[in-house]
């Protein structure tokens, strides 16, 4: 484990945090739901903890990874574990106009249908902490180009870190870790379930439409849906709404009345209010805070 020290870079146009990386010694989560507006990354090397994150609590151990998008509540008591705490802005790296170069959008982040963390291989650790340690020896020093540098040893984690959640394990897993890691995999209704949701949460937002599609009994399918998931079926749909809400109020310019047209609402304040429901914030402050037409697509 290399020495824990707090590095950060400031954005000069608005003074406020664009990268960080600090060790979990000197940082200290609150004991209160926390909704931050930047991505928020903790490598657990050692130890034990817990996270409550929407209505699930989980436990989680040694060579840990747990991801956080901008806004998006948890609750994390990491004890006296050993690791690191990364977090980035969005306009210091986006994950959304970047997806194609590294891949982490519905993997690591904004991910409705697993837990906002995974278990690591110990030389996948290895690789995390060997990265980080890059990007504090060169946060210790102002350099030419830092921030290019910054940037892409970001990337080069969490691509490292996408290879992972994605089944890509390290050569030496075992075929029962493996087996122990992916569980007994799901019905083949919610693997259905998932591609509805992709292709009609604009447009239908209860779960009832859901289980009508699918041709099963609304109790079915939310037995089903809780019991894999985590979650009901109900809050699913809301985040993947929320989730696409968040990519068009930072990439996109559009006015909010727009943006709740497309999703499927009759009018903005609709919208608005279901928004800060899930977000806490309404849509023109999560804009304000997070990004305003940073990069138009």
């Known amino acids: 484990m290399m020495p824990s020290y707090t590095h950060t870079l400031i954005n000069p146009q608005n003074g406020e945090l664009a990268f960080k990386v600090v060790g979990l010694d000197n940082y200290s989560f609150p004991d209160t739901l926390q909704r931050l507006s930047y991505y928020t990354v903790v490598l657990i090397s050692e130890g034990q903890g817990k996270l409550q994150s929407g209505f699930s609590e989980h436990e989680f151990s040694d060579n840990t990874l747990l991801c956080f998008a901008p806004y998006q509540p948890f609750l994390l008591d990491t004890g006296s574990?050993?690791?690191?705490?990364?977090?980035?802005?969005?306009?210091?790296?986006?994950?959304?106009?970047?997806?194609?170069?590294?891949a982490c959008n519905g993997v690591l982040f904004n991910n409705i249908y697993q837990p906002p963390f995974h278990e690591l291989g110990a030389r996948t650790t290895q690789k995390l902490l060997k990265i980080i340690g890059n990007m504090q020896e060169e946060l210790r020093q102002e350099g030419l180009a830092q921030h290019e540098l910054m940037v892409s040893f970001l990337k080069i984690f969490l691509i490292t870190a996408s290879r992972s959640r994605a089944g890509m394990v390290d050569a030496a897993t075992t075929e029962e870790e493996l087996s122990r890691r992916e569980g007994h995999g799901e019905p083949f209704v919610l693997q259905k379930l998932k591609d509805a949701i992709e292709e009609h949460y604009r447009q239908k937002h209860s779960a009832g439409e859901y289980a009508q599609m699918l041709n099963i009994s609304p109790k079915a399918l939310a037995r089903m849906t809780k019991a894999h998931f985590s979650r009901t079926l109900t809050d699913m749909i809301a985040e993947r709404i929320v989730i696409e809400a968040k990519r068009e109020l930072y990439l996109t310019a559009k006015p909010v009345k727009a943006i709740a047209y497309e999703l499927g609402f009759g009018d903005e304040y609709h919208f608005s209010r279901f928004f800060k429901n899930k977000a806490?914030?309404?849509?023109?402050?999560?804009?304000?805070?997070?990004?305003?037409?940073?990069?138009?697509?």
């Open 81 to 102: 574990s050993k690791g690191y705490v990364i977090n980035f802005h969005p306009d210091f790296f986006c994950i959304h106009k970047h997806h194609k170069e590294v």
């Open 280 to 297: 806490a914030v309404s849509p023109q402050v999560y804009r304000n805070k997070v990004g305003f037409a940073r990069g138009e697509i």
